[in-house]
Structures are given as structure tokens and as C-alpha cells.
């Protein structure tokens, strides 16, 4: 499919779901898969609600390895807890970038104690994570939802606040799309109602408009 089929499967989709196509707009470039120097070009862009409570862009990239459809958002609250984690796919290992393997050092993968779940997913995080809370995030219905309920070709990176979901290979399709919002979302659900756990419901809610990261490019705080 050529870039410009990309982009129009994308905007169909964005405007059947209430989304709108942002012509030059950029997406941060704090997580590996979107590290500056790696991504050669966004070839289309949207960015609006994926539900009530979920601000996001959803982009055609191409980078280093091929490419791939991402949902970007922000979860602040998360940092706290997790300064950056990386989930991808076994089979996709070949694709990590520089960016990621500078991250990810010598000592950085987690073991969840599943053999099962080690036969689909690599892990890694920061050393400096509250680990019963990273523990309490990748539980055991969060193992078998990646493993069973995850997309194909899906993987998420969290890095300082901003939070990649992401799809192998230039998905304009409506059904991959639908796939990689509800993957999204869940994901997002999930990061909340840990943070909501340990902070209070108030704490874990999203930020208000405006302080999403999106609109200036700034950091979001929180």
C-alpha cells in the first residue's frame, strides 16, 4: 500500500470515529520507537478521542525496520512508579532500535515468573521502578489478555509520561485500527486503575485539555 492510500485509509477511519487528520504535527519523540534520528517520516496523522477519557494520536510512521502504526497518549501519573517500560514481541526483538537497546543496557529485562508469557513478550523497565507495582500492573489477567487478547504484531512503550502502543506494519484497515484503539484503551485503563490503586481515583484521572503534552509539546506534568 502507498503512502497516499495510508493516508486516506487512516483519514476515513479517523473521520468515521470522530477523529481529525493533523497535516504537519508532530508526535513527541521521548520513547524508543519514535527516537529522533529513527523515524524517517510520519506519512499521516490524526489525533482526537479514542473514548470518554483517552486523548490520543494515531500515526503511520516509517523508521529504522520498517513500519508501523502507532497510538500515542500520555499517562503521567505513571512515572512515579515506572520511569519507562518497554513490552515487545519475541519475535519483533530484531526491530529494536538504537534508542531502545541504549535503554534497555545489560540487566534490564524483567522476569514475571511465566514461561508462557516468555514465549510471546520481552519486558524491561527502569531499575528505579516501585516493583510491587509493576508486579500489580502485569498481572496475571494482564498476562493472558497480551498473550490472547493483544493484537498482532502489538507492543507499548512508557517512557516519562508518554505512552506508545504500537502495530507492525502500516495498518489502515478499519477492523486493525478498531484493534489498536481497544488495545489502547485497555492499556490505559489498566496504567490508571494501578495508579488509582495506590494514589486515590482522583490522582489516577486524566489530565486536564491542554495538558496533555499534545498541544505544546511540552512535558506533561503531573
Given at each position: 500500500?502507498g503512502d497516499?492510500?495510508?493516508?486516506?485509509g487512516?483519514a476515513?477511519w479517523?473521520?468515521a470515529?470522530?477523529l481529525s487528520?493533523?497535516d504537519?504535527?508532530h508526535?513527541?519523540?521521548t520513547t524508543?520507537?519514535?527516537a529522533e534520528?529513527e523515524?524517517h517520516?510520519?506519512?499521516?496523522?490524526?489525533?482526537?478521542?479514542?473514548s470518554?477519557y483517552?486523548?490520543?494520536?494515531?500515526?503511520?510512521?516509517?523508521?529504522d525496520g520498517?513500519?508501523?502504526?502507532v497510538a500515542v497518549t500520555?499517562?503521567?501519573?505513571?512515572k512515579r512508579?515506572v520511569?519507562w517500560?518497554?513490552?515487545h514481541?519475541?519475535?519483533?526483538?530484531?526491530l529494536?532500535?538504537?534508542?531502545a537497546?541504549?535503554l534497555?543496557?545489560n540487566?534490564?529485562?524483567?522476569?514475571l515468573g511465566s514461561?508462557?508469557?516468555?514465549?510471546?513478550?520481552r519486558?524491561?523497565?527502569?531499575p528505579?521502578?516501585?516493583d510491587i507495582?509493576f508486579h500489580?500492573l502485569?498481572?496475571?489477567?494482564?498476562i493472558?489478555w497480551?498473550i490472547e487478547?493483544?493484537?498482532k504484531?502489538?507492543a507499548?512503550e512508557?517512557v516519562?509520561g508518554?505512552?506508545c502502543v504500537?502495530?507492525?506494519?502500516?495498518?489502515?484497515?478499519a477492523?486493525?485500527?478498531?484493534?489498536?484503539?481497544?488495545?489502547?484503551v485497555?492499556l490505559?485503563?489498566?496504567?490508571?486503575?494501578e495508579i488509582?490503586?495506590?494514589?486515590?481515583?482522583?490522582?489516577a484521572?486524566?489530565s486536564a485539555?491542554g495538558?496533555?503534552?499534545?498541544?505544546?509539546?511540552?512535558s506533561?506534568?503531573g
Amino acid at each position: 500500500m502507498g503512502d497516499e492510500d495510508g493516508t486516506e485509509g487512516l483519514a476515513a477511519w479517523a473521520a468515521a470515529h470522530g477523529l481529525s487528520v493533523e497535516d504537519g504535527a508532530h508526535l513527541p519523540r521521548t520513547t524508543p520507537l519514535l527516537a529522533e534520528g529513527e523515524v524517517h517520516s510520519v506519512d499521516a496523522l490524526a489525533g482526537g478521542w479514542l473514548s470518554k477519557y483517552v486523548e490520543a494520536k494515531i500515526a503511520l510512521i516509517d523508521r529504522d525496520g520498517g513500519h508501523f502504526t502507532v497510538a500515542v497518549t500520555h499517562v503521567p501519573k505513571a512515572k512515579r512508579f515506572v520511569p519507562w517500560m518497554l513490552c515487545h514481541r519475541v519475535e519483533d526483538q530484531h526491530l529494536l532500535g538504537r534508542a531502545a537497546l541504549g535503554l534497555i543496557g545489560n540487566d534490564n529485562q524483567v522476569d514475571l515468573g511465566s514461561a508462557e508469557f516468555d514465549q510471546h513478550y520481552r519486558v524491561y523497565a527502569a531499575p528505579q521502578r516501585d516493583d510491587i507495582w509493576f508486579h500489580e500492573l502485569f498481572s496475571p489477567a494482564f498476562i493472558i489478555w497480551l498473550i490472547e487478547g493483544a493484537p498482532k504484531g502489538f507492543a507499548f512503550e512508557y517512557v516519562e509520561g508518554t505512552l506508545c502502543v504500537s502495530l507492525l506494519g502500516q495498518r489502515t484497515v478499519a477492523e486493525d485500527l478498531d484493534g489498536l484503539r481497544d488495545a489502547t484503551v485497555e492499556l490505559v485503563q489498566r496504567i490508571r486503575a494501578e495508579i488509582s490503586e495506590r494514589l486515590g481515583p482522583a490522582q489516577a484521572a486524566r489530565s486536564a485539555p491542554g495538558e496533555t503534552g499534545f498541544q505544546s509539546g511540552a512535558s506533561p506534568q503531573g
